[in-house]
C-alpha cells in the first residue's frame, strides 16, 4: 500500500547488501548507526527472515531516537501485546531477521487522517518567543 501511494508515504526497501541479519549484532547495530537518519520516530520498520522453520515479516514503529546521535534506539511493538522495547528485545527471539524496509508516514497525510496534535496547536510558531513574534 505504501509503495503504491507516494504521495502519502515514504517507501525505501533496504538492498539485499544492507539486511544485515540480528544475529551479526555488530555489524547490525553499525549499519543503524551509520544510517540513523534513515529511521527517525514516526517510521514504520519491518524486518523478514527466518523465525523457527519459516520466513516471517513482523513491524514495528520507531518512538525515540538518541538526541545526539540521531540512533533509533526505542520501539513500539505488539507482538504479544503493546509495548516500547529495545532493538535488542525486539529481534533476540528471531536472530536471524533483518530490516527489510521503511515506512514513513508524509506530514500531509497523517495531518489529514489523524489531525494536528493538541500539541502542535499549543507550540509557538518556529522563530517565536511564546508565539510573539519580535519587532
Known sequence: FAWSHPEWFDAHDLTADERVRFA?????F???????DGFIPVDVVTIHGPRGDEDHYHSFFVVAADPVTGMPILLAA??????VRTWEQEMRNAPRRSIRSRVRPRLDWLETHLGPSEQALLAPAPGTANGATSG
Open 78 to 83: 505488539n507482538a504479544g501485546r503493546p509495548r
Open 24 to 28: 551479526d549484532r555488530e555489524r547490525f
Open 30 to 36: 553499525a549499519y543503524l548507526a551509520a544510517h540513523a
